[in-house]
């Protein structure tokens, strides 16, 4: 297993455009989560998926963001409309449930910079 | 106020000094406590958690919560450069691990 999997690495988009971010999670873990990071900030939630369902969202999610999981394996993770404020690292992480691994196994992120 | 609060640094020691990285939380409701390690342009590393209050001990690490004064504390013993990265702090309630909320992270650069 090489650990959860994001892509793109990077994706530079210009401000009105759509962009779509997927996360490939460890097989055997059945939680999925986003966070966003910005510079010098710690990661905030986003939303995360006990296998296919999307059981939490934050606030900070608008209505221009969706997430889905189908069939519970991998995510993705679109931005609509995107705005100068939307360019952080957007972080993916996946977990087994609470009486298995303690704590995330977080990706190694898609940087978005919308210019 | 967020809800964890940390120094972002940055930390600059010598190799082989002793570190000590702190935060502190405001919400009675969080049972577990975690440390993060994340290098420039990864994702974070869990390095430790701890439930309540109480020492953790893995090797050069230290983790200890101290619940009546809301206060975490990482200690790195014998500090390498390859210790340099940014470390994370983040807690969560008695829920488990639906959302993790971090501090903003301290900058630990250790010097040869």
């Known amino acids: 297993d090489t650990g959860v999997s994001q892509d793109p690495r990077h994706k530079i988009t210009k401000r009105g455009q759509n962009v779509t971010f997927r996360c490939d999670p460890i097989?055997?873990?059945?939680?999925l989560y986003w966070y966003r990071q910005t510079l010098g900030q710690g990661p905030e939630f986003l939303t995360y998926f006990q296998n296919e369902a999307q059981l939490e969202k934050s606030r900070l999610l608008s209505d221009r963001f969706s997430a889905e999981r189908p069939k519970g394996s991998f995510s993705t993770l679109e931005i609509q409309r995107t705005e100068q404020g939307d360019s952080a690292m957007y972080l993916c992480?996946?977990?087994?449930?609470?009486?298995?691994?303690?704590?995330?196994?977080f990706g190694s992120g898609t940087r978005l910079t919308v210019v | 106020q967020k809800e964890v609060e940390q120094d972002p640094g940055p930390l600059s020691v010598p190799e082989g000094a002793i570190v000590s990285l702190n935060c502190t939380y405001s919400n009675s409701a969080f049972q577990y406590f975690m440390w993060y390690r994340q290098y420039s342009r990864k994702g974070p590393e869990l390095l430790m958690y701890t439930y309540s209050s109480g020492n953790k001990e893995d090797g050069r690490f230290t983790a200890q919560v101290d619940k009546s004064s809301k206060y975490i504390s990482l200690f790195i013993r014998d500090s390498q450069p390859s210790d340099s990265a940014t470390y994370l702090c983040?807690?969560?309630?008695?829920?488990?691990?639906?959302?993790?909320?971090f501090g903003t992270g301290t900058r630990l650069l250790v010097s040869p």
């Open positions: 097989s055997e873990h059945n939680r």
């Open positions: 983040a807690s969560t309630g008695n829920t488990g691990f639906q959302k993790l909320v």
């Open positions: 992480a996946s977990s087994l449930d609470e009486g298995g691994d303690y704590g995330y196994t």
